[in-house]
């Protein structure tokens, strides 16, 4: 299981960036894949999933901004009118655990410790 993401950069308050996570070792139609970043002396935050049946949840940070979906093996993250408070390393994860796919069932946010694959993650800095 390999996870690779890119697409982060830095971008003005207010725009756009695509981050992209490209897999390998299985197929996104088997599992649980969420997106998740981290601020320097922040925790890890959970902040959109996405199961087998492409029902999604989203951190409320987050809602009505960003958006994930898959294309082939790839998970996306589409990040929209970003905020300076945005700026984290972001990291997709994958997992096949009851736990992360109940909190997909029951609209949670994910959880770090219910995913069991990481990608190397990507910078995404926000400026005003």
């Known amino acids: 299981v390999k996870l690779v993401e890119s697409g982060g950069g830095s971008v003005q308050a207010g725009g756009s960036l695509r981050l992209s996570c490209e897999t390998s070792?299985?197929?996104?139609?088997?599992?649980?894949m969420g997106w998740f970043r981290q601020a320097p002396g922040k925790e890890r935050e959970g902040i959109a999933t996405?199961?087998?049946?492409?029902k999604t949840t989203y951190a409320d940070a987050v809602k009505g901004r960003f958006t994930i979906s898959k294309a082939g093996n790839a998970l996306m993250l589409q990040m929209n009118s970003l905020k300076p408070e945005d700026t984290a390393i972001y990291y997709c994860?994958?997992?096949?655990?009851?736990?992360?796919?109940?909190?997909?069932?029951?609209?949670?946010?994910?959880?770090?410790?219910?995913?069991?694959?990481w990608g190397q993650g990507t910078q995404v800095t926000v400026s005003t």
């Open positions: 070792g299985y197929t996104l139609g088997t599992i649980v």
């Open positions: 994860a994958a997992s096949w655990s009851r736990r992360a796919r109940d909190a997909v069932v029951a609209g949670h946010a994910p959880r770090p410790e219910d995913f069991d694959y």
């Open positions: 996405i199961d087998s049946r492409d």
